[in-house]
C-alpha cells in the first residue's frame, strides 16, 4: 500500500509551514495516520555570555516555540485531528532528520519557504537540507497549495531513483484511485541537436523505452497511465506539464547522498520544487542501497 503512516510535520511559524500543516492534516483523516508536530529552536550557548543572561534567552526561545506550537494545536482542533506537539533544540535540519529516523516515521511533510530571511529563497535552506540528508520520504507543499493524490505526475529517466519514485506513485495511485502522468525529458542544447541529430534520436528512443516500461507496469495493476516524452530544460518541461495537467503532486526520486555533497540538491530536482506551484513527493531509496 502506497499510504503513510506515520507523519512528522516540521514547521517554524512561517505561512509556507502552516499551510503544510493543514494539508497534512487532510492526509491524517483520510487514511487515519499518526501524525506529530515538532518545532525546532536553537540551543543557544554563547560562551561570553552570563547565565542569567543564557538563560533568558532560552527562556524567550522557549516562549516562541510554545506560540508557534499553540497555533498549530488550535489548527488542529478546528481540522478535528489529534496530534503530538515537541519543542526541540539544536540545528533545525539534524533535528528533524533524526527525530524522523530515531522515531520511525515514514512521512516528514514541510513547508517549501521558511520564515527567515535566507529561507524566502525558492526553496528554504532546512527544507533543502532535509531532503538532502533525511532518509524518508519527504512531501514539500507551496504556500496555497493543497495535497491531493489524483494525478501523479511521475518524471523518469531510467534510473533506480526515478524507478524507487514510479514504485511509490503507482502504490499511490493504485490506493487512491489516481492516476499517473509519466514524462521523460531529452534534454540536450541547440548546438549539441544540430551536431549530434542520430544521437539525440537514440536519446528519444531511450526516453519512450522509460515510460512504455512503466506504463505497461501501471496498467497491470489496474492503474491508468499517460506517456509522454518531451525535449526542453528538464525542469521547465516538467513545471510545464504539472501546470498543463493539473496535477494534484509531483513523484521524484533523490539518491543518497555522503558528507558535504548532501547539502546541495540537484539543480533538476531544486528548481521542479522551487517553481512548481503543485506539492512535491520526494521518495527515498532504501538505505544502505549504493
Given amino acids: 500500500m502506497g499510504r ?3 507523519i512528522l510535520s516540521a514547521v517554524d511559524g512561517s505561512d509556507s509551514s502552516t499551510n503544510a500543516f493543514r494539508q497534512a492534516c487532510k492526509i491524517v483523516r483520510e487514511d487515519k495516520s499518526w501524525i506529530t508536530v515538532i518545532t525546532v529552536i536553537p540551543l543557544y550557548q554563547d560562551q561570553f555570555e552570563i547565565l542569567s543572561t543564557k538563560e533568558k534567552i532560552s527562556k524567550k526561545l522557549h516562549e516562541e516555540g510554545e506560540k508557534i506550537l499553540s497555533k498549530i494545536s488550535e489548527i488542529a482542533k478546528q481540522e478535528d485531528i489529534f496530534i503530538r506537539t515537541q519543542i ?3 540545528i533545525a535540519f539534524q533535528s528533524i532528520t533524526d527525530f524522523a529516523e530515531e522515531g520511525g516515521y515514514d512521512l516528514i511533510v514541510m513547508g517549501r519557504h521558511g520564515i527567515t530571511r535566507l529561507e524566502k529563497t525558492l526553496i528554504g535552506s532546512v527544507t533543502a537540507r ?3 540528508h533525511s532518509q524518508k520520504d519527504i512531501l514539500i507543499i507551496p504556500q496555497n497549495s493543497a495535497v491531493g493524490w489524483n494525478r501523479i505526475l511521475l518524471p523518469t529517466d531510467g534510473s533506480r531513483y526515478s524507478i524507487t519514485a514510479a514504485e511509490k506513485a503507482a502504490n499511490l495511485a493504485k490506493s487512491y484511485g489516481g492516476q499517473l502522468i509519466i514524462v521523460s525529458v531529452v534534454d540536450v542544447t541547440e548546438e549539441f541537436l544540430t551536431e549530434a541529430p542520430g544521437v539525440v534520436e ?3 528512443n531511450k526516453a519512450r523505452e522509460f515510460v512504455e516500461e512503466l506504463k505497461n507496469r501501471a496498467e497491470a495493476e489496474g492503474i491508468t497511465a499517460t506517456t509522454l516524452v518531451r525535449e526542453g530544460e528538464t525542469h521547465e518541461v516538467i513545471t510545464s506539464l504539472s501546470k498543463e495537467y493539473n496535477c494534484d503532486v509531483i513523484v521524484m526520486g ?7 555533497s548532501r547539502l546541495l540538491m540537484g539543480s533538476v530536482a531544486e528548481k521542479v520544487i522551487g517553481y512548481t506551484p503543485c506539492p512535491i513527493l520526494i521518495t527515498k531509496t532504501v538505505k544502505g542501497e549504493s
Avoid: P
Fill in 4 to 6: 503513510y503512516r506515520k
Fill in 88 to 90: 526541540l533544540e539544536g
Fill in 130 to 132: 532535509v531532503i538532502g
Fill in 202 to 204: 537514440h536519446l528519444v
Fill in 254 to 260: 533523490s539518491h543518497g547522498r555522503t558528507g558535504i
